[in-house]
């Protein structure tokens, strides 16, 4: 069965830092591109970040610019996403899904991320 | 980045179609054949319904279909069933392998 599944959420203060993982099975996600689309409380769906296939070139939203790091561990079939300088307005569920034809095809079930002191 | 522009509500009763707009600019919506649209019911993730403006994905019911005009991208679902009750988002390639989500459009099935 092709899955994704994310873990890592958690309640951390503002400021802080925070890891999310993203484990592929059913399918080597080496082919695919990867982003991570988050979904705060109540609100509407933003794309946060992508990767390519060997992980060499990455993108990400402006407000996420210079406080998240994407990246891939192809041996380990695994995403993550380094957050860091967490503010109140980063508290979403955070999706990894897998990308082709620039449509979101893969979702994994999420993990909610909570900034709060 | 502003999002892509999406009415808040719409409805229909059961058999009847129903269309969801999604309108950008000439950057995203109007300059690229890459526009998505998902299912999400609550508590869920997101489920590709449509992409490349037209396109579905294997499973999708034929009741789905997607069309693009200019800047506006529009789902429309005919035969409306009580499971279609759900949010759908449009999502839009925007360039330098970035992305722009619609802010959601809540169906509801009368």
């Known amino acids: 069965e092709v899955q994704l599944v994310e873990s890592g959420g958690g309640l951390v203060q503002p400021g802080g830092s925070l890891r999310l993982s993203c484990a592929a099975s059913g399918f080597t996600s080496r082919s695919y591109w990867m982003h991570w689309v988050r979904q705060a409380p109540g609100k509407g769906l933003v794309w946060v970040s992508r990767?390519?296939?060997?992980?060499?070139?990455?993108t990400y939203a402006h407000s996420v610019k210079g406080r998240f790091t994407i990246s891939r561990d192809i041996a380990k079939n695994t995403l993550y996403l380094q957050m860091t300088g967490l503010r109140a307005e980063d508290t979403a569920v955070y999706y990894c899904?897998?990308?082709?034809?620039?449509?979101?095809?893969?979702w994994g079930q999420g993990t909610m991320v909570t900034v709060s002191s | 980045q502003s999002a892509l522009t999406q009415p808040p509500s719409a409805s229909g009763s059961p058999g009847q179609s129903v269309s969801i707009s999604c309108t950008g600019t000439?950057?995203?919506?109007?300059?690229?054949?890459?526009v998505s649209w998902y299912q999400q019911h609550p508590g869920k993730a997101p489920k590709l319904m449509i992409y490349?403006?037209?396109k579905r994905p294997s499973g999708v019911p034929d009741r789905f279909s997607a069309s693009k005009s200019g800047n506006t991208a529009s789902l429309t679902v005919s035969g409306l069933q009580a499971e279609d009750e759900a949010d759908y988002y449009c999502s839009s390639y925007a360039g330098d392998d970035t992305w722009l989500f619609g802010g959601g459009t809540k169906l509801t099935v009368l």
């Open positions: 000439s950057s995203d919506v109007g300059g690229f054949n890459s």
């Open positions: 899904a897998t990308g082709d034809s620039h449509a979101f095809v893969i």
């Open positions: 990767i390519n296939g060997d992980g060499s070139s990455t």
């Open positions: 490349e403006v037209t």
